[in-house]
């Protein structure tokens, strides 16, 4: 490693910005909080921050990926393979998931076992690009080495995420629920622990090594990197390794029960970061109109991607799958997958993108004018409709929670058919206002909720709710045939689950006039449960109604 004096031009926006966005200082300065008041931040943090930081932040910087490919013509047609091609598999892979589970399931654990590879990659070539801008004259074995570290680091993680029966909980906020699932390798935990050791023995060595051969680099020219493989420890390293070996570390921001919320703002910084580079990118690469100008771009151009699959594939169009129970993840699994591919072909440091990020060239003002002028405008109209439909989505949701926890139910119910007229529809949502209703005795609201959600997806909790409600206004009969159904729905009920619905169904089947089906189904209930009680006294009643000794 030879010591080069550093580039007049290490920083692309200046120190500040480049050292907070760009290099993670900004996450490590957070990281830093949440280790002194991590569990008390938590607990104040406001349910609609985390969907700001996702719409303010994550889905730009999906955006600044589809401009950087699609927008000019030249790059759509050299980067064919990927902007057509592959964004074809992806869509098959997407519409087929929604029919087909394990379509499904195998495009989530793409997406979930590729993303912690990009984090990784971008913070790498990040670090490079730094390192190369400083002067720093890169010996081909120290860059293997420092790239075998971050390697190692991703290695990490993915034997965390795939052994046994560990899941992954790197999950996009908002978009963690029931329906299409992860599907880990299922490493035997007691291998991972071994493997797990061995790679953070080779991340130690690797990070030894880098650094070593890096010692006589100008120290400003190495600060970017080292805060850049400092990224790498505390989104990754420190958490997984920790994780793996099943050392609770006692601290908030550490504490693996809570991972799926501290992601939220690793996701930010990564998001953050991108932006950060992509703006200098287009600034540099010609038409910069603008801070503001730019981020209002990439900003519809993300939301379009991500709202469209939600109208036109939401169950109230031409799909099978709530919102809650998969259309969410595999949208997000499509929209990373495709995003992670275009990622991959077209930050490579040589060429024009070498040019600008390493040697702070640019190019002149784009010139290329579209033959159908009438069709950008039409894409960004659209885009920007996909916005206001975003924006709309996510704020309704919120007002939703609200008007439910405080009992405005007319105004829930609006929201809830706004929310399902923008594919965001949710069966738990509709079965908890459901419960609510309930439980203030609107029984004819609380079933049409109800019978909306089972309409979505078939459930027997929500038909034993629509039967109480039934039963709440004195229709008997129609209680008793929901509580029927409900007991051949797969999966079956569990056996005390399945006691007290037959007791429920034989009750209402008595107060309905039927007391020989009510016989029966009391039973049935009283072979599951022998010593209730309140089973023992229906049935002496039905026996009576039926005017039917017990049996000897």
């Known amino acids: 490693m030879t010591a080069l004096a550093p580039a007049p031009r290490l920083w692309l926006f200046g120190p500040r910005s480049d050292l907070l966005f760009g290099c993670g200082l900004l996450y490590a300065l957070v990281f830093g909080l949440f280790l002194v008041a991590g569990a008390g931040l938590r607990s104040a943090q406001p349910a609609w921050l985390a969907a700001l930081l996702v719409l303010g932040i994550g889905t730009p910087h999906y955006g600044a990926t589809l401009l950087r490919v699609y927008e ?27 029919w087909i589970p394990a379509i499904g399931s195998f495009l989530v654990t793409l997406y979930l076992s590729w993303s912690p590879w990009h984090y990784t990659g971008q913070n790498y070539g990040i670090a490079v690009m730094f390192l190369r801008r400083g002067g720093v004259a890169l010996d081909p074995r120290v860059k293997r080495w420092l790239y075998l570290s971050f390697l190692l680091s991703f290695a990490l993680v993915f034997v965390g995420m795939h052994t046994a029966d560990a899941g992954a909980s790197d999950l996009p906020t908002g978009y963690v629920g029931e329906g299409v699932r992860f599907a880990p390798l299922g490493i035997p935990p007691a291998w991972s622990v071994w493997i797990a050791l061995g790679l953070l023995a080779a991340y130690a060595v690797a990070l030894a090594r880098a650094a070593w051969g890096l010692r006589r680099g100008a120290r400003l020219a190495l ?8 990224s790498q420890v505390l989104w990754f390293s420190l958490p997984y390794g920790l994780h793996v070996f099943g050392a609770p570390p006692g601290l908030d921001v550490l504490d693996w029960q809570f991972r799926t919320h501290y ?68 949208v997000a699994a499509a929209v990373n997958v495709h995003h992670f591919i275009l990622d991959g072909a077209i930050w490579k440091l040589r060429g024009k993108i070498a040019e600008i990020l390493i040697r ?10 579209s033959a159908r002028p009438w069709l950008r405008r039409t894409v960004w109209a659209v885009c920007a409709a996909a916005l206001l439909v975003n924006v709309f989505g996510v704020a309704t949701d919120h007002v939703f929670v609200r008007e439910m926890t405080t009992g405005r139910y007319a105004e829930a119910a609006r929201s809830a058919e706004w929310l399902a007229w923008v594919g965001r529809d949710r069966v738990v949502a509709r079965r908890s206002f459901g419960e609510a209703l309930l439980r203030d005795r609107h029984f004819g609201d609380a079933r049409i909720q109800l019978e909306r959600g089972e309409s979505l997806a078939p459930s027997s909790t929500s038909r034993i709710l629509i039967g109480l409600s039934y039963e709440g206004q004195g229709e008997y009969r129609e209680a008793a045939e929901s509580y029927e159904s409900a007991l051949g729905l797969e999966p079956p009920l569990a056996p ?3 006691a007290t619905t037959l007791r429920r169904a034989g009750g209402a089947r008595l107060a309905a006039g039927e007391p020989e089906k009510a016989l029966a189904l009391l039973e049935a209930a009283l072979a599951l449960a022998p010593e209730a009680a309140d089973v023992r006294s229906l049935l002496e009643r039905a026996r009576l109604a039926a005017a039917r000794p017990p049996a000897s």
């Open 263 to 330: 992601f939220l703002w690793i996701a930010a910084a990564h998001s953050l970061q991108y932006l950060w580079v992509t703006a200098y990118y287009a600034r540099q690469a010609g038409g910069w109109h603008g801070q503001l100008f730019n981020y209002l771009r990439v900003l519809a151009a993300g939301a379009a991607v991500w709202t469209l699959p939600l109208l036109v594939f939401g169950p109230q169009s031409f799909g099978p799958l709530s919102f809650d129970l998969g259309l969410a993840t595999l």
């Open 72 to 98: 000019r013509r030249r790059d759509r047609s050299g980067y064919v393979l990927f902007s057509l091609w592959a964004t074809l598999v992806v869509a098959a892979l997407f519409i087929g998931g929604l």
């Open 496 to 498: 005390e689950e399945r």
């Open 360 to 369: 702070s060239g640019s190019e002149s003002a784009d010139s290329e004018r």
């Open 223 to 230: 600060l970017p990197a080292a805060l850049l493989t400092l």
